[in-house]
């Protein structure tokens, strides 16, 4: 159980395009889902937090312009790269959690490389 | 502000050297430690969660820890397959918003 998946694994695009990222609990209803980035042989860093059927929450100094979260149900999120740089090149990691005081659980994380 | 502290930054074992990771923690209200392996290229993989001070889960050869200043992770006999590294975090009530701040972990590697 407690299985969240995240499509694509790898997306490689030009500069100015946008990305989507899904995110979705498979075996059970997440009411919090949360978005990372993960630099090479660095932690996790947060970039928002959204709950279900509400506006996500960004950690400051993340872009909501350029990071769209939506968390349309309570099994799927998804992070759109608006406008993509080569700055933005990185591994993006999703979580859900069911409960506030209860663990998150990862998705296998997308690779995302700006040309 | 929660903060967490992991130690050391890197550990090299030989296969079968027990040893132990640190994660020393701030945080208003403990409401939970979590324990994570992240494997090169992947997500973090959930281990553990401790509530309370002198709580303690074990796995395979894992066994997780918890006082209430720092967390151990205890690895009995390793092997090459443990190699990995190892995240803590803390949730705290401070707030209400329930989100766990990360440690920057432990780089196991085991070797043959």
């Known amino acids: 159980g407690a299985v969240v998946s995240q499509h694509p694994s790898r997306v490689i695009c030009k500069s100015g395009t946008s990305v989507k990222i899904e995110c979705r609990s498979l075996d059970f209803q997440a009411t919090t889902m949360f978005w990372y980035r993960q630099f090479p042989k660095q932690s996790l860093m947060l970039m928002a937090t959204?709950?279900?059927?509400?506006?996500?929450?960004?950690e400051q100094g993340v872009e909501k312009d350029k990071f769209l979260i939506n968390h349309a149900s309570l099994t799927l999120s998804t992070l759109t790269v608006t406008s993509a740089h080569p700055e933005d090149s990185s591994f993006y990691i999703c979580?859900?959690?069911?409960?506030?005081?209860?663990?998150?659980?990862f998705g296998p994380g997308t690779r995302l490389t700006v040309l | 502000e929660d903060q967490v502290t992991q130690s050391p930054e890197a550990l090299r074992l030989q296969e079968g050297e027990s040893s132990s990771l640190n994660c020393s923690y701030t945080v208003s209200g403990l409401r939970g430690l979590f324990w994570y392996r992240q494997d090169p290229g992947k997500g973090p993989e959930f281990l553990f969660t401790l509530y309370s001070a002198g709580e303690e889960k074990e796995k395979e050869r894992l066994k997780a820890t918890l006082t209430k200043k720092e967390s151990f992770l205890h690895i009995t006999a390793p092997k090459p397959e443990d190699s990995a590294t190892y995240l803590c975090?803390?949730?705290?009530?401070?707030?209400?918003?329930?989100?766990?701040?990360f440690g920057r972990g432990t780089s196991l590697i085991v070797h043959p």
């Open positions: 979580s859900a959690r069911v409960l506030a005081i209860r663990e998150q659980f």
């Open positions: 975090a803390v949730q705290g009530s401070g707030g209400g918003s329930y989100i766990p701040t």
């Open positions: 959204s709950n279900e059927g509400s506006k996500a929450t960004y």
